[in-house]
């Protein structure tokens, strides 16, 4: 009897690491470029667009940069962390598989993109320190900038970090998006090609 929950005991042990250090390295496989590039359309592109940022890319002389899923999934608790993890995964996969990425309007969503998949708690669990007074006085005047955002905190006023940040985390997103969308020829070769893709699409 000994023999067999000794046995049961070390088997289950045995089942646990491997599910958790097991499920740790799908997480960890799962939360940056190039995954995240399998289901976003453009994603090379908007990729490049955090790899040159000075701030928050690999680019930052302090060399701090931070992963697509440090910004974009939230750190309030492992548990949201892991079912928005799920939940934007599985809405990204439908979506590339379904829709035509083509016909969505990339420099409108980026507002929506903002709202939806851009956490405050991502923010704070890098910037722990912007929000704290020192000795109960606001002294630095980065907290004095932060003042409204800690006064509207739960009331209908409430801010969210992008509001005032919007452009944080990717170098000139939006004009990466403009030649994207409205790409020009650089050359006669470029020109063609793209001349007679546009006669095949008609």
Not at 74 to 85: A, C, E, G, L, R
């Amino acid at each position: 009897m000994k023999n067999t929950v000794l046995k049961a005991v070390v088997i289950t042990a045995l089942v646990m690491f491997a599910i958790f250090f097991g499920g740790y390295e799908v997480v960890k496989a799962t939360s940056d470029y190039p995954f995240c590039g399998s289901c976003h359309e453009w994603d090379g592109a908007i990729a490049q667009t955090n790899l040159a940022d000075k701030v928050h890319g690999p680019s930052n002389q302090k060399g701090v940069g931070v992963k697509c899923t440090d910004c974009h999934l939230p750190h309030d608790s492992f548990v949201n962390y892991i079912f928005t993890k799920a939940k934007n995964g599985i809405s990204e996969g439908l979506t590339t598989l379904t829709k035509d990425p083509k016909a969505k309007d990339w420099i409108a969503n980026r507002a929506y993109a903002r709202e939806k998949y851009t956490f405050d708690s991502s923010c704070l669990n890098c910037h722990n320190n912007i929000l704290k007074s020192q000795d109960g006085n606001i002294t630095r005047v980065v907290n004095k900038m932060h003042l409204k955002y800690i006064e509207f905190k739960g009331t209908k006023n409430e801010m969210k970090c992008t509001e005032c940040h919007k452009h944080v985390g990717h170098h000139d997103l939006g004009k990466m998006l403009i030649e994207q969308k409205h790409k020009t020829a650089q050359n006669w070769d470029e020109w063609k090609k793209m001349h007679d893709s546009k006669a095949i699409a008609k």
